[in-house]
Every structure is written in C-alpha cells, then in structure tokens.
C-alpha cells in the first residue's frame, strides 16, 4: 500500500475534505459493479476544482503515484476498479458536481464531472430542453464517466453516443496540465481532435472535468407501444417500416426475447406484459414529437402499426394510454439488466454488428453457445436499430457456486461468443468500453495496427503509465 507520508502530501494539498482514508467509506469503490474485479487504495483522492484535480495529477507524477479516475463506478467491465496491488489511489471527480451554464438558446450544458445524469435531465427539463442519453444506471452514472466511455444507451438510434453529444472537454492531462477545449466550436480544424481523442479513453490519456454537452428540444408529446413479433428479422422489418413512415421521430427502438421478459415479470414487483399474447420476440417502440401538430404521435404510431399487421410482421401491439403507462412500457426494458442477474451466474456481453446482420446472429449465436456448452441458456436484449445488444450466455441451473463456473468456462464462452462476433464483422464492446474485462480480447482479435496505434498513442500522452493503469490497453504478455 501507499506510505503515509505520500498521503499526507496530498493531504496537505486538497484539505480534510479531499482525501478519504477510512477503510470503510473506501470500499465501496473499490468492488466494481458486478462484483468481478475487487481491488484495494490507500486512499481516495477528491478534489473540488479543475485546479485541484490539477495540482493532484501534477502531484501524482511527481511522486509516481497511479491514479485511477472514478465517477459513479458503474463500469459494467472494472473500468474504475483500481488494481488490486493498493498501489494506485483513486480520483474521485464527485465533488465536482456544478452545471456550471445551462442554455435554452444555444442548447447546450457545461457540466463538471460529477454532475449525475439524472440531474442533468432534471434541470435540462425545467429549462425546456432535454439531454437526449438515458441509460438504466442513469441515478449514479456521472457525466464524466459518460463522456470516458462513450456511453450509448436507448436514444442512439436518433441522437448517438455520446461522441455525438459532446460540443466541447476540459481535461486534465498527466502531467498536470489543463486542457481547456470548452468551446462549443462547429468548425476547428486546428489539428487532431483531442476531444475525441478523450471520449472513450476510459481515463487512461486524461480526467475529463467538464464537458459541454448538446441538449435537444423538450419533447411536446410522445407515443410509446409494445409490439409481439416472432423473430428479429421481423422486429428489424418492424424498424424499416417505422423509419420509412415516421422518419426520425423513432426515438428508441428496443428488442426483447420473451424469455427475458419473463424474467422482470417473474421478479420486478409490479410490471406486467403490455400485451396479451405470449411472442418469442418483443419490441419497444417510442415515437416523438417537437410540437403538438396532428396527427399526433399516437395516431402516426397506430397507423404504422396498422400496416405492420396488414404486412404480416406484428402479431399484437399496445400502445400506451397515457404517460403512466408509457412509463411502465420503459421500466420492463430499464429493469431487464437487474432481472437478468436474478438468475443466477451468467457472462454478459455488449456487442455490436451491422444492423443487417443482428438478427440472424441474434438467433443463430445463441443456439450455437448452447449447443457448445450443454446446460447453458443464452439470449440477448437491447438496441436493433444501431447494431448494439446485450447478449448473455447463462450458467446452467442448479449452478450454486458462480465464480468457479465462470473460472471453469468463462474463457472458452468469451472466446467463442467474441469469434462469432468478429466473424459478423462486429465489435466485442458496442457501448460499456474495454476496462480490465475485455483488454486481453482486444489484443487477441484486434489487428497489430490498432493495437500499435492504441499502444503508441497512451506511450506519447502518459509516458509514465500513472493514468488508469491496467485499463483498455494491453499489456506486453496478452500480445
């Protein structure tokens, strides 16, 4: 662990509020958010300001001392997990919690790293706008962590990641050094984009400490439906057809197996099928509209839906009857990653391929892992009209001891899910980033030029390693 005389400089330099060093307000922020990867820190690190961040970081490389930034730890891979080796302190930048501007004219938000995401909706909304990223995790996630990973969630189809929602990063660089790119600039071909440079980093060249983020208008009314179907191919004919009548009103657009429904019926009190027939496949469909103009988006929802059943590609549908009820249509798909973990161990995996290739690899993919490996059950949920969907492999039932199963089998599963993947011409992480989880997969499946150009790059910026160590870049023995 760190010797406390490293402490007290840092002590000294952000005061009794910047470091906390009680064991038991440390380790909740040392266990990532599956519980897979536990690690250990001396102490963590929070400062108030971009100036502290600063002279922390600038203080870190002068002791040589790893830092681990940390927002909400909601890393779904142990992104923000320090290493177990208690040798990296951890940077909070939670409470750097300020909207620093918000406005409706120019439709954008500065917010410090800290800031929630719902936070940022709320206040979003009362100002007439909205920020048009949401995600199950969206109570705890930080924007900080959301611009360091690319986050994606339910409104890609329509607005994408967030790579698209940034106008503008302030970040802190390893040697201590602030990089002021706030400015909302359209056009500035000064060079390589540093900011984009930053979004998806996952810490590892820079601590965003703000960022100016694109808002929307506020939405004057929406649609939201449940339809049955029988297959993806079916659920992507359903997207055609909506895109094709409803243009880019289609805000989100989510695919469900039956399977996984019933798992938040069986387990989130209060939910219940929007429909009444049983479908292999469902879909949630949301319709937006700007202004009141009619027909409204009911109507326009309905009369798609009307030639999705003349077509032959819908077999029931609901559409919600008010707000309430639109409500609880979100809630079954924003629970289906707490139901899912209800059912005991399972390997879970975000990935990505061409819309045109997702349902048959939604279908064949898991057929073939449960063939492969006898007793498990595999299925997948999420995002069909970007490509993005959460495919999870399920541990056999009965299975009472889950670490041992997923040591036993987790390596054969995840190489054989990430070939079938790469195989579809598709990527192993569509949205949740590398951290620790996926690292070594990335170096087996990814071509020497990326690695090199990754590998190159964090060499040139972080020179000393000091930034997230053991995250997305792989190490010299997984090459």
């Known amino acids: 662990m760190i010797a406390q005389p490293i402490i007290d400089r840092f002590a000294a330099l952000l005061g009794p509020k910047g470091v906390i060093t009680d064991p038991a307000d440390i380790d909740p922020w040392v266990h990532d958010w599956r519980g897979r990867y536990h690690g250990a820190a001396t102490a963590i690190l929070s400062p108030a300001s971009t100036q502290e961040v600063a002279a922390t970081v600038a203080l870190a490389a002068e002791l040589g001392v790893p830092l681990v930034p940390q927002g909400g730890n909601t890393s779904m891979v142990g992104g923000a997990t320090p290493p177990a080796d208690g040798l990296a302190l951890i940077l909070s930048l939670r409470r750097m919690n300020r909207i620093r501007s918000l406005s409706a004219q120019d439709n954008l938000a500065v917010c410090e790293a800290g800031v929630i995401l719902s936070v940022l909706h709320d206040a979003a909304e009362a100002a007439g706008r909205r920020f048009p990223l949401s995600l199950g995790a969206k109570g705890s996630a930080t924007i900080g962590g959301l611009v360091s990973t690319n986050a994606g969630g339910t409104q890609v189809l329509r607005h994408g990641t967030m790579r698209a929602l940034v106008e503008g990063v302030e970040a802190v660089l390893p040697d201590g050094r602030i990089f002021d790119g706030l400015d909302a600039l359209r056009k500035d071909n000064r060079g390589y984009d540093i900011k984009q440079l930053l979004i998806g ?187 993005n969907v959460h495919f999870h492999v399920r541990a056999p039932k009965g299975t009472s001891d889950g670490p041992a199963w997923i040591a036993a089998q987790g390596q054969a599963i995840n190489a054989f899910v990430h070939d079938a993947v790469v195989s579809a011409g598709g990527s192993i992480s569509a949205e949740h980033g590398i951290g620790q989880m996926k690292r070594a997969e990335l170096a087996r499946l990814s071509s020497p030029a990326r690695i090199g150009a990754l590998r190159a790059i964090k060499a040139a910026i972080d020179p000393k390693g000091l930034f997230n160590p053991g995250k997305l870049i792989p190490l010299p023995d997984e090459l």
């Open 201 to 387: 980093a996952e810490g590892t060249l820079g601590v965003v400490t703000a960022a100016a983020l694109r808002l929307a208008p506020a939405i004057a009314a929406r649609a939201v439906g449940w339809v049955g179907v029988q297959s993806p191919a079916a659920a992507l004919d359903l997207l055609r057809l909506a895109e094709a009548q409803l243009g880019d009103s289609v805000e989100g657009f989510e695919v469900i197996a039956d399977e996984t429904l019933g798992f938040v019926l069986g387990h989130i009190p209060g939910t219940r099928s929007p429909i009444e027939t049983r479908t292999p496949w469902h879909v949630l469909i949301e319709v937006d509209h700007p202004d009141l103009a009619e027909p409204g988006p009911d109507e326009r929802l309905e009369q798609a839906l009307a030639a999705a059943f003349d077509r032959g590609i819908a077999v029931d549908a609901a559409i919600a009857s008010n707000e309430a009820q639109a409500d609880a249509f979100w809630r079954i798909r924003e629970s289906l990653s707490e139901a899912e973990r209800a059912q005991g161990p399972a390997l879970q995996y975000d990935i990505s391929v061409p819309v045109a290739r997702m349902p048959a690899f939604m279908v064949e993919a898991a057929a073939a892992a449960e063939a492969r490996f006898l007793g498990t059950t595999a299925s997948s949920f999420g995002h069909l009209g970007d490509g």
